[in-house]
């Protein structure tokens, strides 16, 4: 039996079988964990720790906690700046008259002509003189250009699919010239930029813990029991 498992036995062993509709699965105690034989020089972090465990086994919270203090939300602005320089390379690389639905389209039609693609990458033609060319490259004037505007446009739709342009989703596949749909991005990103923010993890671990509670209980009914708890958790989990 590991340290873990002989302090879960510990708090339920303590519970009364016509009173387990009112269990609440608690941080242990000091008490608990000297006698579940814990040997730590700061029981408060060691409780979080304990206390976090067994609730991600219960899929309440998404991690082990290990300290008194934790990111309550973290900076994006990080990737707010990647976003910015992979739309300025968007606008560079790409003609003019593009639209944010012509981009959107620019990675499938390569895909659809791999061929044609690798015969440009393999060649390095100067010119399309005396090429026969698909539709969607007459937008490009030379090969080379085609080319950079290949590379960058592998990723336009992973750039879409970034949850931090969420508020610039209805513009993704509209007829709006790039230089404008970056011009329109830059400062909405600007806007939601934000820096690390820290908080009690005690806090945290409750919080999350009742958030996941009112989702169990929308379907299995506010006096849930262990056992019907149990049917929401995966074999590897009850073992």
Known sequence: MTEYHHLWYIIFMQ??????????????TDNEQRAAKIVTSDYAISSITIHSSILKTLGLVDKVYRSKECVIRYSNKKEISSSKKDLNAFVKFFPKNYTTEKAWNFNENCQKHPNFVQMVKDTQPKSWKGMIIPTFV???????????AEKYGRSWQGI???????????????????????????PYLDSIACDSVK???????????YK????????????????????????????
Not at 172 to 181: E, T
Not at 200 to 208: C, D, L
Request: proline residues 5%; positive net charge; contains cysteine.
């Open 212 to 239: 996941r509670q009112m989702k169990i209980e929308e379907e299995l009914g506010k006096n849930f029991t262990p056992k019907m708890m149990s049917f929401l958790l995966t074999p590897s989990t009850l073992d």
């Open 199 to 209: 908080g009690h993890t005690q806090t945290v671990i409750w919080e999350t813990a």
């Open 138 to 148: 007459k937008d490009f004037k030379t090969p080379n250009s085609f080319l950079k």
């Open 160 to 186: 879409c699919d970034r949850d931090i342009l969420d508020g610039m989703s209805e513009f993704f596949c509209c007829s709006m010239p790039l230089d404008c749909f970056r011009n329109r991005a830059v």
């Open 15 to 28: 519970i009364n079988k016509d009173d387990y509709k009112k269990v609440i699965i608690r941080k242990p």
